[in-house]
């Protein structure tokens, strides 16, 4: 994953979008998008849950395989879901089957108390892409997304995270919801490229859901994102029309 350091060298933003099917996958891919998650933002998007803590490991298996097979140029990474990293050994196993499934690289939440987890992936030839600032998979435990960085304490301790994760051997980190000087000063710090989504303008690339950038989940809308299409309302209207035309000809 060489070519993220050097992209961050030069000073060229890293993009980065979700796909959790096929067809998703193959149209990022022919787009020239740098990196494609298959997130576990997928229990949320796709299948209906409240959170990512529902998600299972046989369903990341399924998305991944379907994303797959639609990328030939992007680096496809996969989120190891909630209680699939518990221990080094179990977060081996869990990158192994996603990698067998079709992704390149994992991605699991944490900073310097999953240390060792990443050392052993990595140590077993595994690309690991790392996550800090706010852990979508505590969010029941902290009741909710909330801003990380906003203090000298907590922009110290995500600070330490991000050296951890580097020294462990991640090649990137992404810094999810924090506070933008945060942000600007943990990009400044490490050599790994920061990944930021909701987190200001000064880390090394973005990552959006997809279903955010094109208004296909209409029920929720992030705050940070900037709306690039409106699907959802593409879609309902199709939908109108074709009900219309099949009952005027009936």
């Not at 797959?68 to 990293?85: E, Q, S």
């Not at 992030?222 to 409106?230: G, M, W």
Request: net charge negative; with cysteine.
């Amino acid at each position: 994953m060489q070519q993220f350091r050097e992209m961050k060298q030069r000073g060229e933003r890293i993009t980065s979008l979700t796909a959790y099917d096929y067809p998703t996958a193959r149209l990022l891919d022919e787009s020239g998008i740098d990196i494609i998650l298959v997130g576990d933002s997928v229990g949320m998007v796709v299948l209906g849950y409240e959170d990512t803590t529902q998600v299972t490991l046989d369903e990341m298996l399924h998305h991944t395989r379907a994303a797959a097979r639609g990328v030939k140029r992007a680096v496809l990474v996969a989120d190891m879901p909630i209680h699939t990293y518990n221990t080094p050994e179990q977060a081996v196993a869990t990158a192994r089957a996603l990698v067998d499934a079709g992704a390149q690289a994992v991605k699991f939440e944490g900073g310097v108390t999953h240390a060792a987890h990443i050392e052993a992936v990595v140590d077993r030839g595994i690309p690991f892409m790392a996550h800090i600032g706010m852990l979508p998979q505590r969010v029941r435990e902290e009741g909710g997304y909330k801003l990380k960085g906003r203090t000298p304490s907590e922009a110290e301790a995500l600070m330490l995270d991000a050296k951890a994760v580097e020294a462990a051997g991640a090649f990137a980190v992404v810094l999810e919801i924090v506070a933008a000087e945060a942000a600007r000063q943990i990009s400044a710090a490490v050599q790994i490229p920061t990944i930021g989504i909701g987190s200001g303008p000064h880390c090394d690339g973005e990552i959006l859901v997809t279903h955010d950038l094109i208004g296909l989940f209409p029920w929720f809308k992030p705050k940070f994102v900037k709306q690039e299409a409106d699907v959802a309302t593409a879609i309902r209207g199709a939908a109108s029309a074709f009900i219309a035309r099949t009952r005027l000809n009936s």
